[in-house]
């Protein structure tokens, strides 16, 4: 007996992230399946996760996309980047060759530690790049202790 399977590459994606996720300690999780943005996302933008003393820092990137294609949304110790790049028309006569850049919704989520500061979060995007700071709280930082 013969069985069909679904090739659905952006799950497989997912649960791919997952895997790495639970392996790696989960400090940043990846997408939740629980979340109907992640349902139906085509593709998920590149992502560098950066920590400095003050701070970590998400850039993604996303070329071919505006600042009001974008959202960032932060509920409950979980960040969200989503939207939508649209794909380009050919004109008359033209046919594609090889097609390799993902268009679609995209979406990308992190579950935060809960030492930052939720109310300082904010971003920026600058030549494809959207970069988000989200602050680390006062009372987490490390601090020198005077001994008397």
């Known amino acids: 007996m013969t069985h069909l399977v679904r090739f659905t590459p952006a799950q497989d994606i997912r649960r791919m992230q997952s895997e790495i996720d639970r392996l790696f300690g989960n400090l940043f999780a990846a997408s939740r399946p629980e979340d109907p943005e992640a349902e139906t996302a085509v593709w998920a933008p ?3 996760l950066v920590e400095t003393p003050d701070a ?13 294609d974008v959202n960032v949304n932060y509920h409950d110790g979980v960040l969200s980047i989503s939207g939508e790049r649209t794909a380009q028309n050919l004109a008359e006569g033209d046919s594609c060759v090889r097609l390799e850049r993902s268009f679609g919704r995209f979406y990308r989520s992190f579950s935060l530690p809960k030492t930052v500061d939720d109310k300082k ?3 920026a995007f600058a030549d494809g790049v959207l970069t988000v700071r989200v ?14």
Do not use: C, F, M, N
């Open 121 to 123: 979060i904010s971003g």
């Open 46 to 48: 590149r992502v560098d």
């Open 135 to 148: 602050p680390k709280a006062e009372e987490s930082k490390p601090r020198r202790i005077e001994i008397a």
């Open 56 to 68: 970590y820092l998400i850039h993604a990137d996303l070329p071919g996309i505006t600042r009001d």
